[in-house]
Nanobody, 130 residues
Framework: QLQLVESGGGSVEPGGSLRPSCVTP??????????IGWFRQAPGKGREGVSC????????YYKDFVKGRFTISRDNAKNTVYLQMNSLRPEDTGIYYC?????????????????????WGQGTQVTVSS
């Protein structure tokens, strides 16, 4: 059973920073076989794609509303993907999930579709409020 575990959420004021991480401790294949995506879900809204990273880490994708503020990265030796979030806004509030799909190379916009993924973590809460 593949597991993804998120951590690193929290509460910050607008303009603050957080760095959630996604650990994949039980992958039976090397971590670099999987594309990883970050999603978020605000109260009363659907789950939306935020950013994703290819299996090698060589290709990254960002939705327009986080470009220039968020940075996705991965350390395959540690089976960990990070989402550095700077200049946080109240509208960034929500539960942040990571998801995994066994996929090599660039995925294009498919990586923003939650139905494309096979495995999900339990989520970590991010709250941006003054």
């Amino acid at each position: 059973q593949l597991q993804l575990v998120e951590s690193g959420g929290g509460s910050v004021e607008p303009g603050g920073s957080l760095r959630p991480s996604c650990v994949t401790p039980t992958f039976t294949s090397p971590a670099d076989y999987y594309t990883i995506g970050w999603f978020r879900q605000a109260p009363g809204k659907g789950r939306e794609g935020v950013s994703c990273i290819s299996s090698s880490g060589g290709t990254t994708y960002y939705k327009d509303f986080v470009k220039g503020r968020f940075t996705i990265s991965r350390d395959n030796a540690k089976n960990t993907v990070y989402l550095q979030m700077n200049s946080l806004r109240p509208e960034d509030t929500g539960i942040y999930y990571c998801a995994a799909k066994r996929w090599f190379g660039a995925s294009g916009s498919m990586c923003y579709d939650p139905q494309w993924y096979n495995y999900w973590g339990q989520g970590t809460q991010v709250t941006v409020s003054s």
